[in-house]
């Protein structure tokens, strides 16, 4: 029973997750337009200054920034308590994170790693007040039902990819700290991708999946185990001194993947009733993005202990698949539901003094057409092959840029579409 | 005997619970109820019906996870005696 827990008297102003969500596109346009603009070495390595400013706007810039949005409205409403700090915590949050993820971005493309040093400060800003604020919520929740036990690892999760990750920042700035051993970008991206973001991907599916496609629940014992075991496989991963024990680490991770990936599919075929939604398209894309990311990381893993070496572009295609295949999809297909029934709320809320305004009110349908949602999950699925190829050869980098940009683009579309019928509605309620 | 009008929102994801019974609560004369069957507690639901004076019950042995019952003051005694309530 998912709703039964949600408490929502502690929904935050709507304004507050939609400063995030309506800025998420235009940076995700931002990395396309980078991958256009450095085409040709677009994927020389994965951890080229190029890769890497593409990765981080995509992971930052978009990925973050809906998932902070996404937490500020979820945890108050699941824990029963408003943020401390309200709309000043979440604009100092978003500015922050706006800014540090641009000049990260714009240090890693331009190689001008001196921009570090104003990147490093502002995104500890973000990560820590988000943290801090969101934080006490989730650890002052007694029980708190499967969701929050996940999103209280993910939290952890994200606390440990940002510490990591600003080492990395601090060494390219040249500021007088120990070098980070080699395996600490490594680590770096297993928490943030494989903790931070499988973790809540995890903790929010838990809500929203019984919710919004009325499917049974996840058994209790399976949500609570599969992200302990992510958990314990990621610190095996980081602090496991053989290569064995952090290659068993990763293979047991890949395995938890494919294993949720698998009962989420069979969850959603279990809907109870079986109407085209294209957010379940977009979960099925994710999901299978996950299990063929988590198939190629088990198969890259026993490349090493045979004759014939994984190739170089693995790692691109990993990455592309768990990125874009597997998180930018559930993203995407969150928005098309999340924004409209969070609208409606709100509009719900508005005309409760005024009843018979409620039958006036824009339905879910209308604040984003079903038509809208299916172009963006065309265009979704052409950009992800496009990135696909573009990750085995240059010669695709073009076309993929170019998808890139439309995908984006056409969600800023659908959500500032969404956003004026909100604006029009409110205006009619409060005459 | 109040008349009965039912809403099985089982299958329903939300908000599409909400839109049909506020929908159908508009239009509620005295002599009627609704009865809804729910997945989860509809908790929206509570206060719109406070504010159309209208009193809401859930049924604890229901045939649904949430078994709801909506109806005006004036009728509980009927509501009772037919051991609707």
Redesign the interface.
């Given at each position: 029973?998912?709703?039964?827990g949600?408490s929502?008297e502690t929904i935050p102003p709507l304004h507050i997750p939609l400063r995030f969500f309506y800025t998420a596109p235009w940076m995700g346009c931002i990395a396309a337009l980078l991958l256009l603009g450095g085409a040709d070495d677009a994927f020389a390595s994965r951890w080229s200054p190029q890769v890497l400013a593409l990765t981080h706007l995509l992971t930052l810039g978009f990925m973050a920034m809906v998932m902070l949005g996404a937490m500020f409205q979820l945890v108050p409403v699941i824990s029963g308590r408003l943020l401390p700090g309200g709309t000043a915590v979440a604009t100092a949050v978003h500015v922050s994170l706006v800014c540090g993820a641009l000049l990260l971005a714009a240090g890693f493309a331009l190689r001008v790693y001196s921009l570090f040093a104003w990147a490093v400060p502002l995104l500890l800003l973000a990560f820590g007040i988000f943290l801090a604020a969101l934080g006490a919520p989730l650890l002052r929740r007694s029980g708190g039902g499967d969701a929050v036990f996940s999103m209280r690892l993910a939290a952890l999760a994200l606390l440990l990819t940002v510490a990591l990750g600003l080492w990395r920042a601090a060494n390219y700035a040249g500021w007088s700290l120990p070098p980070a051993p080699a395996h600490v970008g490594t680590a770096h991206l297993a928490w943030g991708l494989g903790g931070w973001v499988l973790l809540l991907v995890m903790g929010v599916g838990y809500q929203v999946i019984p919710?919004?496609?009325?499917t049974p629940a996840y058994p209790s014992w399976l949500a609570r185990a599969m992200p302990v075991a992510v958990f314990v496989s990621l610190l095996a991963l980081t602090f496991g001194q053989a290569s064995l024990t952090r290659d068993a680490a990763s293979a047991c991770l890949a395995v938890i993947a494919i294993v949720y990936a698998a009962y989420t599919v069979a969850l959603l075929q279990r809907r109870?009733?079986r109407l085209p939604d294209v957010t379940v398209r977009f979960w099925r894309l994710s999901l299978a993005s996950l299990m063929l990311a988590a198939l190629s990381l088990l198969a890259w893993t026993a490349c090493r202990y045979t004759a014939a070496p994984a190739p170089p572009q693995m790692a691109m295609l990993i990455g592309a698949l768990v990125i874009y295949g597997f998180a930018v999809s559930v993203i995407l297909g969150m928005l098309q539901k999340i924004v409209p029934?969070l609208v409606?709320?709100h509009l719900?809320r508005a005309s409760?003094?005024r009843?018979?305004l409620?039958?006036t009110l824009p339905?879910?349908g209308e604040l984003i057409p079903a038509s809208r949602a299916r172009w963006q999950f065309r265009w979704h699925c052409a950009a992800l092959l496009g990135l696909l190829l573009a990750a085995g050869s240059a010669a695709f980098a073009v076309p993929a840029g170019l998808l890139l940009t439309a995908d984006f683009a056409w969600l800023a579309f659908t959500l500032s579409a969404a956003l004026r019928r909100y604006r029009t509605t409110a205006q009619c309620i409060s005459d | 005997m109040p008349s009965e009008v039912l809403l099985d929102a089982r299958e329903m994801a939300p908000p599409e619970p909400f839109e049909r019974a506020s929908a159908l609560l508009r239009e509620l004369r005295p002599g009627q109820y609704l009865r809804m069957l729910h997945h989860r507690v509809p908790y929206p639901l509570f206060d719109f019906c406070r504010r159309l004076s209208l009193i809401c019950q859930v049924i604890e042995s229901g045939s649904a996870p949430c078994e709801l019952i909506v109806y005006f003051a004036a009728d509980e005694t009927a509501l009772r005696e037919a051991a609707v309530l």
């Open positions: 029973m998912r709703m039964s949600l929502l919710m919004f496609h009325v109870r009733r029934f409606f709320l719900q409760m003094a009843p018979e409620l039958a339905h879910m | -």
